[in-house]
């Protein structure tokens, strides 16, 4: 079974530039999540999908964040204009409600590098 | 505000060396987690603990949820140099399948 796939695996921009990552879930997984790690801390929920809807946004900086999930399986995260402390790794994972325990599945992350 | 706080931060070991780390909250989660996360890739499950007081071992591995349901850790026994990554733990909170991950604790196991 594939995993989570994302893209790209790096990114360096200039601040005030605008990117956009990519992901897509496994195949099935009904609930999608965005999250931004910063390097050495614990992964911080930005937004929350079930299927093509949010759930949860409530950490999302939404003057320059978006995120959509347009036909409930990939999605795509922006960021415009970017921010010097936007620099960190965006992980994708996806669960099921099957899922004992609630296991999410991570992709391998973007880097993202503002200078 | 739900928060994890996990503790050491950081831990530098020699190979067959024992570890605990720790993971607490004020705030009480239905279930609990543990993720291994090594550098490149994103973090992978290693247990999950549901009942307070409740003991999970995973070959070299001990998972402890606290018995009140607010705190938990993790032993690892005879440390190798395989076990070096970063240590999640992440607590199922209020909400649709939320999860609120710890502040991490980065593992050095030296051979």
């Known amino acids: 079974e594939a995993g989570v796939a994302q893209s790209p695996r790096y990114k360096i921009i200039e601040k005030r530039q605008s990117v956009a990552f990519w992901c897509n879930p496994i195949s099935g997984h009904a609930t999608l999540y965005w999250y931004q790690q910063i390097l050495g801390q614990g992964p911080k929920l930005l937004i929350q999908?079930?299927?093509?809807?949010?759930?949860?946004d409530s950490q999302l900086p939404k003057d320059r964040f978006s995120a959509e999930r347009l036909k409930g399986v990939d999605s795509t995260l922006k960021i415009q204009p970017a921010k010097l402390e936007d620099s960190a790794v965006y992980l994708c994972?996806?669960?099921?409600?099957?899922?004992?325990?609630?296991?999410?599945?991570f992709g391998p992350g973007t880097r993202l590098t503002v200078l | 505000t739900q928060l994890l706080e996990q503790s050491p931060q950081f831990l530098s070991i020699q190979e067959g060396e024992n570890l605990t780390v720790y993971c607490n909250s004020s705030?009480?989660?239905?279930?609990l987690q543990w993720y291994r996360q090594e550098p490149g890739e994103g973090p992978v499950l290693l247990v999950t603990?549901?009942?307070?007081?409740e003991v999970k071992k995973l070959k070299r591995l001990t998972f402890q949820f606290g018995d009140a349901r607010k705190d938990s850790s993790l032993h690892i026994t005879a440390a190798q140099p395989g076990d070096t990554g970063l240590y999640l733990c992440?607590?199922?909170?209020?909400?649709?399948?939320?999860?609120?991950f710890g502040t991490g604790t980065r593992l050095l196991v030296s051979p």
């Open positions: 992440a607590g199922v909170g209020t909400g649709f399948q939320k999860l609120v």
């Open positions: 705030s009480v989660f239905s279930s």
């Open positions: 994972a996806s669960s099921t409600r099957l899922a004992k325990g609630n296991e999410q599945f």
């Open positions: 603990v549901v009942t307070g007081g």
């Open positions: 999908f079930q299927n093509n809807g949010v759930v949860d």
